[in-house]
């Protein structure tokens, strides 16, 4: 079974830094795009940032030149380094993975983790 684990969230001063990390674990042989995105109490889950297998990567307009998303494919992980933090990045955080290979040539769709909360003080 794939599990998606996040670390990194926590409380930092707005123009601080954070580095979020999701580990996919399990039976996984490859990842295609992986991303971030965040939800608000009370708003709809939104896009953060993506990235390829190849490293391509989409960005958010919201965070555009304060955030850099990256992988590590050895070690089936995504991060999001966060930097000029600001109070309405304040959010739970979610790792996601549009398709994990669980064995050759069987695909699973849609992985997520459970989140982990950033919050930005003013």
């Known amino acids: 079974q794939v599990q998606l684990v996040e670390s990194g969230g926590g409380l930092v001063q707005a123009g601080g830094s954070l580095r979020l990390s999701c580990a996919a674990s399990?039976?996984?042989?490859?990842?295609?795009?992986m991303g971030w995105y965040r939800q608000d109490p009370g708003k709809q889950r939104e896009l953060v940032a993506t990235?390829?297998?190849?490293?391509?990567?989409n960005y958010a307009d919201s965070v555009k030149g304060r955030f850099t998303i990256s992988r590590d494919n050895a070690k089936n992980t995504v991060y999001l380094q966060m930097n000029s933090l600001k109070p309405e990045d304040t959010a739970v955080y979610y790792c996601h993975a549009e398709k994990i290979e669980v064995r050759r040539g069987a695909w699973g769709m849609n992985y997520w983790g459970k989140g982990t909360l950033v919050t930005v003080s003013s």
């Open positions: 399990g039976s996984i042989f490859s990842i295609n795009d």
């Open positions: 990235i390829t297998s190849g490293r391509r990567t």
